[in-house]
């Protein structure tokens, strides 16, 4: 059995010419290209896709060869996943696959029987080898085609695989191609583009997903486990936002980056300041634009539109005018500021800062993994670092912050407001990622309490912002500030309505909360 491990990069077509010009090619110290010919089989009702088994032929000239692969890990378009490779004589051979379970379950006869090609890839594969002590580093740029019935789709992606060379190896080559090449890890390998292809499910915005967790980890394996599944979601929703108008991808990916920015929060008393630093500023312009997208958008969505649609029904149109001009005007706003964020989302800058966070984790655990082995016979040492100890501890801190937050309310006071949203988002996350850890109680009745005030604080930080931007977009323009004053009053009862259910909701979750 090999053990592949690679870092998959899809390349944008427009990129491939200058990616073949790239300097850094020329210190390879061999290349080759050839033509791939691949078919990959699976049931009718892909039973080997649900048990997370990819089995393909590849074409070698006049031969054939087999290969099987298990899921593996993978996060944010670094993979390591078992494979087992074997020449194909006209049947498929599953005796060299050493994984018991698996090479049983593949020999049984009704499987083998229902065996069919579920879809082809042809792509030219060229090739360029790079001296990497005490091995060599791979690099591949395969150009072609997914084919699935009569549904086709492109292939251009960039990989760097391992050959007994250390994985940083593979950073060391990929981060000076993303200076100047849009190189971003791909989350869907080819296979899965395939199946999706062949079942022809769209694409649809990624949330966040349950991350599992073993208690036995270290805190800051366990901070690896989440960070890596934060960029995984964020790259998941990368391409809806670039191709689709759904604003649910931008959003997501603003979700992604705030769980990991919450996770960084969390294990902040274990993380070294320098590596905090490099991942927080890797991503800073992206918030920030992505931040600024979002806010337009319910500006826009939520806020105005709502108001002129209401104008509209009753027929006022003495008032359309003003409002109409309103909203054209935040949504240039919008649309410059949506340009803005699909340029960097499009730019060398993205792919750099996802391999930059990609890499400093890598780091990160090497150099916990060494700490490890210098202290495994110290005994206080190893204590004070299990997981669900230093679980309980940050989330006794965290709930301790909402409840302060809590007691110190002024709900005349937006600023207040806005501090115990934050608190009590913050409180959230911490417990999407630590809660399952520790041997706390009552925590999932503060979970259900949570959401919808998150939900009611999120709109009322939405509604004491909106004056704020409506008057900068209304300028000293009377006509438009009287349309300002119009999506005032009409929001104002819903306004006073979310106000006045919120002292009876946070006293439940004093509550809830004190009995931690």
């Known amino acids: 059995m090999a053990k592949e491990v690679e870092l998959k990069l899809t390349l944008a077509e427009k990129e491939q010419r200058r990616f073949l010009r790239h300097p850094l090619l020329k210190q390879a110290v061999h290349r080759q290209t050839e033509t791939l010919d691949n078919i990959y089989y699976d049931t009718p009702d892909l039973a080997l896709r649900r048990y997370g088994i990819a089995l393909r032929l590849r074409r070698h000239g006049k031969h054939w060869l087999q290969t099987v692969k298990l899921a593996g890990t993978a996060a944010a378009g670094l993979a390591s996943r078992p494979e087992w490779e074997v020449p194909y004589a006209g049947r498929f051979d599953f005796s060299v696959v050493t994984e018991k379970k698996v090479r049983t379950w593949l020999q049984h006869p009704r499987l083998l029987a229902q065996l069919a090609p579920i879809f082809e890839t042809r792509f030219q594969r060229q090739t360029w080898r790079f001296t990497a002590a005490p091995g060599a580093v791979l690099l591949t740029l395969d150009r072609g085609w997914i084919t ?62 349950k991350i599992s967790i073993l208690p036995s980890l270290s805190p800051l394996a366990a901070f690896r486990t989440i960070a890596l599944a934060c960029l995984e979601h964020l ?80 027929q006022r149109s003495k008032d359309k005018p003003p409002l109409a001009s309103l909203l054209s005007a935040i949504d240039q706003q919008r649309q410059h500021t949506r340009q803005q964020a699909m340029a960097l989302l499009d730019s060398p800058a993205y792919g750099h800062a996802l391999l930059t966070a990609l890499q400093a984790l890598h780091q990160q655990e090497t150099s916990a993994t060494k700490n490890a082995t210098t202290n495994a016979t110290t005994k206080a040492t190893t204590s004070a670092t299990k997981l669900p100890r230093f679980a309980a501890k940050r989330l006794r ?43 706390l109680k009552n925590l999932q009745p503060i979970v259900s309490q949570l959401i919808p005030l998150q939900e009611t604080l999120g709109q009322l930080n939405d509604l004491s912002q909106a004056g704020k931007w409506l008057m900068a977009y209304a300028g000293e323009d009377t006509s438009l500030r009287q349309a300002v004053t119009l999506i005032g009053h009409w929001h104002g009862k819903h306004h006073a309505q979310l106000l006045a259910g919120l002292p009876l909701a946070l006293q439940h979750l004093e509550k809830t909360i004190g009995n931690i």
């Open 148 to 209: 699935a019935g009569d549904e086709r789709t492109e292939i251009s992606e960039v990989e760097l695989e391992l050959d007994h060379a250390p994985l940083n190896a593979l950073f060391d080559l990929a981060l000076p191609l993303t200076e100047s090449l849009a190189l971003t890890p791909a989350v869907r390998s080819k296979a899965e583009r395939g199946y999706q292809l062949h079942s022809g499910i769209p694409w649809q915005p990624v949330k966040a997903t």
């Open 235 to 314: 790259q998941q929703n990368h391409y809806g936002a670039l191709h689709t108008e759904d604003p649910e991808y931008i959003h997501q990916m603003r979700v992604a980056m705030r769980r990991l920015r919450a996770a960084l929060r969390i294990f902040s008393p274990l993380l070294p300041t320098r590596f905090t630093s490099t991942l927080k500023d890797a991503f800073t312009p992206l918030m920030a634009l992505l931040g600024q997208v979002r806010d337009l958008d319910v500006l826009y969505a939520e806020i105005a539109a709502p108001v002129l649609a209401a104008m509209a029904h009753k």
């Open 397 to 439: 801190s965290t709930i301790k912050n909402v409840s302060r937050r809590i007691r110190a309310i002024d709900y005349e006071n937006p600023t207040s407001l806005h501090e115990l949203r934050i608190a009590i988002k913050r409180l959230r996350y911490a417990l999407d990622f630590l809660s399952s850890l520790t041997t």
